[in-house]
């Protein structure tokens, strides 16, 4: 793990630009003692400009942590300023803009694996192209004086972190199928379990339930609306449209009918 004065992966604090980063596929974990992992540094000199992180696939883990170099009770500084480690991950590491291939604004998508698998080997197309294909992140802190020694251990985290373009997205994790909607109000990706067509699971949870049922019901006069893959679940008899019938049909499912 290199130490640099302000950032990881990019130009340090002292530099007066920063390339663009690309991150295409694979694992990669970044974990930082102080402010700025990666981009152009914690204390950007004035007029310095930061390359971007353009993320095309693979998993980018990120999390500011003590070690032997800036732990907090190796530095007065940090200590005196009640400076708290975050949990992963920590978007605030990164200091320089991340964006599609395009140029587009991306955003974390957390997708937790354990809603699909309990393994730890992964395929994971997103709107129909591979994305990634891999393991979980393997850190752990343990001892502020044996910083590379963390890393390569397992350890509880089950999530993988893909950045994608600001929109909706189907994924397919292991064969299985999930769909990433986004919340433009909350800024941030809601991830939903898809049940099989004509399964009745609406909501995703692995269950069909009268709460399935009821969803259907609301969206069928209106009050509430699904998404392409929850038609899908719901569509009962298989007539490519949303009736009462199909309500009826999954209550009668959940109760075992």
Known sequence: MPKAGGSAIGSSRIGTCAGDVYITGGSLTVISDWLAGVGL????????????????????????????????????????????????????????????????????LTLDTGLVSSGNAFEVSVDGEPFYEGGLHRYVYTDASETIANFGQDNDDTCLYLYLPKTDHYLTVNGRELEAVWDVEADAFTVLLIGDP??????????????????????????????????????MDGDGTLSMADAIAIVRRAVGL
């Open 41 to 108: 540094g914690a204390v950007p000199p004035e007029g310095a400009s930061a390359g971007r992180v353009i993320v095309t696939g693979g998993s980018f883990k990120a999390a500011r942590t003590p070690n032997s170099y800036y732990g907090a009770g190796d530095n007065p500084d940090l200590a005196s300023n009640g400076v708290s480690w975050p949990t992963y991950p920590d978007d605030s590491l990164v200091t320089s803009e991340i964006v599609t291939a395009d140029g587009s604004p991306a955003a974390l």
């Open 198 to 235: 004509g399964s009745g699971d609406v909501d995703g949870d692995g269950t069909v339930t009268v709460s399935d049922a009821l969803v259907v019901a609301r969206a069928t006069v209106g009050v509430t609306s699904l998404t392409a893959a929850q038609l899908a679940a719901c569509d």
